[in-house]
Structure formats: C-alpha cells, structure tokens
C-alpha cells in the first residue's frame, strides 16, 4: 500500500502562484509514475501532470508552460509548481501513484483561483 498526503492548495487571484505537496509513505519502492489530476466542479478529472521515475514530465495541454512537477527523491515528495493562474484552473487537486498494479490517490486539495 502506498499512502499519499497532500498540501499546498488555498484561495488566489488570477495571475497568482501556488505550490502543490504530495508526500508518499508505505510500499513506494514499486512505484513508476506519480503526479497530480484535477476536477472542477461538472467536469471529469484530468490530468494536470506526471514525473517518472526516470525524470520525465508530462502535462496537460491546459497547463503547459505554466504548471512544472518535480520530485524529491530524499523525502519521496513530489511538488507541483502553478503559477499564472487562471480561474479555470480552480478545482480539487489530487496526487496520485502508480505502482504498474494499481493507482493510489490521495485525499485531495483545493485550489481556487478568483478572477
């Protein structure tokens, strides 16, 4: 079992920055892939952005040159950088893991950006 705990979300105005935490505890050793998927409210999750193990990033169109995912590897963190923000980008954000097994998800955070 891998156990994700995230932090970082709150209220800010459009233009305004955030950073995103997702610590991961328990059976990380098997893990390939881990990032962030967001949900606004009457929309389907997406994903926001993806580290693997060997370093490389994916995002999402709606957030490209705007968001950057990096990890830490001492503290198994892995963060998530926003800055320009838009109001559209308000929802809840999720961490989540990927052991080739199965998908872990954490609690999830807010994110609100007011316009």
């Known amino acids: 079992q891998v156990r994700l705990v995230e932090s970082g979300g709150g209220l800010v105005q459009t233009g305004g920055s955030l950073r995103l935490s997702c610590a991961a505890s328990?059976?990380?050793?098997?893990?390939?892939?881990m990032g962030w998927h967001r949900q606004a409210p009457g929309k389907e999750r997406e994903l926001v952005a993806a580290?693997?193990?060997?370093?490389?990033?994916n995002y999402g169109d709606p957030v490209k040159g705007r968001f950057t995912i990096s990890r830490d590897d001492r503290t198994d963190t892995v963060y998530l950088q926003m800055n320009n923000l838009k109001p559209e980008d308000t929802g809840v954000y999720y961490c989540?893991?990927?052991?080739?097994?199965?998908?872990?998800w954490g609690q999830g955070t807010q994110v609100t950006v007011s316009s």
């Open positions: 989540y893991a990927d052991d080739y097994h199965k998908d872990y």
């Open positions: 580290i693997f193990n060997n370093g490389r990033a």
């Open positions: 328990g059976s990380i050793i098997g893990i390939n892939d």
